[in-house]
Every structure is written in structure tokens, then in C-alpha cells.
């Protein structure tokens, strides 16, 4: 949402970190960005754009536990980064030492 927010060269940001990339969006990511779209003000409209950017990437299926395990789970068995700009989320995957990607200034950053 926040590349929607404030729009990005997030892509090639991170394909001059480390090349070529398939984004992924989770199922219940999607849910989630689902849910936000069917409420009212401007979140509801950033996880409209969110949704639309989201139809181009890859999707992968989530199991029972909660977005953020979920997230955890498949950045582990796909060997991927995750972009978010939630910061509780990005300490917690990196204490699980996970790629996150955020955004700085306007700009992906890898770390």
C-alpha cells in the first residue's frame, strides 16, 4: 500500500540490489488487502491500488496461522525477502534473520 501511497522506482530499486525478482503475494495478504478495500477512506483506496499492482505477481497459498506467521513461513521456505513497511513486522524477520525490503526516503532498501 505505501507504493500506492507514495509512488516508487520500488521495482527496479530492488532489481539493482539483486537482479531479476518474481514479487509473490500471499492469499491472505490478499484477503487482508481485501478486507481494507471494502471499508471506507483513503486506506480503502491505497488497498484498491495494492490489489491491482497485486494481480501481475505470483501467489502463493497461506496456511492457519496469523498474516505475519504466514508471511515468515513462506519468506523461509521460498529463501525470499519480504517488502513491507510495517516496521513490528521487519524487526520480527529480521530477528529471524530474513531479508526485508522497506522503503527509505522514497527508495527500497535492502536489508
Not at 478495500?37 to 505470483?58: H, I, N, P, Y
Not at 496456511?63 to 506467521?69: F, I, L, R, T
Not at 508471511?71 to 530474513?98: C, F, N, P, Y
Amino acid at each position: 500500500m505505501a507504493v500506492s501511497k507514495n509512488p516508487t522506482t520500488w521495482f527496479e530499486d530492488i532489481t539493482d540490489a539483486i537482479g531479476m525478482f518474481e514479487p509473490v503475494l500471499l492469499d491472505c495478504v490478499s484477503r487482508e488487502l481485501e478486507r481494507l478495500a471494502s471499508s471506507q477512506g483513503s486506506r480503502s483506496k491505497l488497498a484498491k491500488v495494492a490489489l491491482e499492482l497485486g494481480l501481475t505477481f505470483d501467489r502463493a497459498p497461506c496456511g492457519q496461522a496469523s498474516v505475519d506467521d504466514e508471511i515468515a513461513s513462506a519468506a523461509r521456505s521460498l529463501g525470499a525477502r519480504v517488502a513491507t513497511t510495517d516496521s513490528e513486522l521487519a524487526k520480527s524477520l529480521r530477528a529471524s534473520h530474513l531479508g526485508v525490503v522497506t522503503l527509505k526516503s522514497g527508495r527500497a532498501v535492502l536489508g
